[in-house]
């Protein structure tokens, strides 16, 4: 039930096109989910963020969608770019008990020239 | 400013030896946090530290790893008898307390150490 499920594995996506990653949970006392994108080399690093109480979040070109009922929240990459490829993680927090992130497996992007 | 430092950036070891592995979080933050990735992998949580509360040790994989954090700022990672499947890369993470109260409430994280047992 602490598990944030990630699809898909990875992403080929054409220079100006979308990019979508989905993740799913089912811990219902998640009260918060980041994305983080990690560069070879580097840890991640946070993207972009929403609460539950709201149903997309958008800054630039990257927007979060975000259904409650299906325990469901997926990123949207809009006109990607060479410079976006790289590894998204979703993640969640639990409401109660240790401010620590449950993180999903990853997607690594490549958006071809 | 200065962010979430972490040494050595790669280490090798052989089997059986036992490793330490530095994370110097951000000035100021309370909590730290040690994770695993291994290839292709997610992150991993090992273990999580905040102000001087007892740690959240349930992600430790065996008894042959163990960490502490002095004095409420570095945090040493330790693993014993290393094994070959300990290989991955270990990062560190730290943040001032309570996550997505704010947009700077989040984890900020380490370079990452890579760790490669022979």
């Known amino acids: 039930q602490q598990q944030v499920k990630q699809s898909p594995q990875s992403l080929i996506v054409q220079k100006g096109g979308i990019s979508i990653i989905n993740c799913a949970y089912e811990?219902?006392?998640?009260?918060?989910f980041p994305w983080y994108q990690q560069f070879p080399g580097k840890g991640p690093a946070l993207l972009i963020a929403i609460r539950p109480d709201v149903s997309e979040k958008k800054e630039g070109r990257f927007t979060i969608s975000f259904n409650k009922s299906a325990k469901q929240f997926s990123l949207h990459i809009m006109d990607s770019q060479p410079g976006d490829s790289a590894t998204y993680f979703c993640a969640a927090r639990s409401s109660g008990g240790f401010q620590k992130l449950v993180f999903g497996t990853g997607t690594r992007l490549l958006v071809s020239p | 400013g200065a962010g979430v430092s972490q040494s050595p950036s790669n280490k090798v070891t052989e089997k059986g030896k036992d490793v330490e592995l530095r994370c110097d979080p951000i000035s100021g933050h309370t909590a730290l946090y040690w994770y695993r990735q291994s290839l292709g992998q997610g992150l991993e949580f090992l273990i999580y530290f905040q102000g001087n509360s007892a740690p959240d040790k349930s992600g430790l994989p065996s008894d042959r790893f163990s960490a502490e954090r002095t004095g409420g700022s570095v945090s040493t990672l330790t693993i014993q008898r290393t094994q070959q499947e300990d290989s991955a890369v270990y990062l560190c993470?730290?943040?001032?307390?309570?996550?997505?109260?704010?947009?700077?409430?989040?984890?900020?994280f380490g370079p990452g150490t890579r760790l490669t047992v022979l």
């Open positions: 993470a730290s943040s001032l307390g309570l996550i997505g109260r704010s947009s700077t409430d989040t984890q900020y």
């Open positions: 811990n219902t006392a998640f009260d918060y």
